[in-house]
């Protein structure tokens, strides 16, 4: 028997436990995040975080699954907000997505994207993603060149390549429009 009394109950662990990891991927990219550490900030041992993750890629791709769904919603909001055309609005959605959660991003769009047919709901909600690129155009060729130029100047922007980048709002409107 347990030293203690207190019986285990921690409410949503996998919610906790993903929250912990989103922080530690905010902190230091993916790199950052082991099923350990979120364990041990979510105050649980890390044998039970194994009860909600198999290993570490398994954590990822559900962080991946909840950046995929916070971007599709970054891009319906600036779509429905309606004050650019629903092209320009989720291009600058993009990128503002890409600087707001550069961890997040980075995730999302890294090599665990090449391996998604691993974890269904991730490869899903990527696609669900491109699905959206491509309702802009109708055309599949265009929608690729369209997300390689917003995806390659949301990289540009976070490594701050690209002059006047510290003033990202400013260049997004100009470069986006």
Same mark, same amino acid.
């Given at each position: 028997?347990? !030293? #203690?009394?207190?019986?285990?109950?921690?409410?949503?662990?996998?919610? %906790?436990?993903? &929250? @912990? @990891?989103?922080?530690?991927? &905010?902190?230091?990219?993916?790199?950052?995040? #082991?099923?350990?550490? @979120?364990?041990?900030?979510?105050?649980?041992?890390? !044998?039970?975080?194994?009860?909600?993750? /198999?290993?570490?890629?398994?954590?990822?791709?559900?962080?991946?699954?909840?950046?995929?769904?916070?971007?599709?919603?970054?891009?319906?909001? *600036?779509?429905?907000?309606?004050?650019?055309?629903?092209?320009? *609005?989720?291009?600058? %959605?993009?990128?503002?997505?890409?600087?707001?959660?550069?961890?997040?991003?980075?995730?999302?769009?890294?090599?665990?994207? *090449?391996?998604a047919g691993d974890h269904p709901a991730l490869l899903a909600a990527s696609?669900?993603?491109?699905?959206? +690129?491509? /309702?802009? !155009?109708?055309?599949?060729?265009?929608?690729?060149?369209?997300?390689?130029?917003?995806?390659?100047?949301?990289?540009?922007?976070? &490594?701050?390549?690209?002059?006047?980048?510290?003033?990202?709002?400013? +260049?997004?409107?100009?470069?986006?429009?």
């Amino acid at each position: 028997m347990s !030293t #203690s009394e207190k019986p285990y109950h921690h409410g949503d662990l996998r919610a %906790a436990l993903l &929250d @912990a @990891a989103d922080a530690l991927l &905010d902190q230091g990219g993916d790199g950052a995040v #082991s099923l350990r550490e @979120a364990a041990r900030m979510a105050g649980v041992s890390p !044998t039970a975080a194994y009860r909600h993750f /198999a290993d570490k890629e398994a954590l990822l791709a559900a962080l991946a699954l909840r950046g995929f769904e916070a971007f599709g919603a970054a891009m319906q909001a *600036a779509v429905a907000a309606g004050d650019v055309s629903p092209y320009v *609005a989720r291009g600058r %959605a993009y990128l503002r997505f890409a600087l707001a959660r550069p961890g997040r991003f980075r995730l999302m769009f890294g090599p665990l994207l *090449a391996r998604a047919g691993d974890h269904p709901a991730l490869l899903a909600a990527s696609k669900g993603a491109f699905g959206a +690129l491509q /309702a802009n !155009t109708g055309d599949r060729d265009a929608a690729i060149r369209s997300w390689g130029m917003v995806h390659g100047l949301a990289h540009l922007m976070l &490594d701050r390549a690209i002059p006047g980048a510290e003033e990202p709002e400013a +260049l997004i409107d100009r470069l986006i429009c």
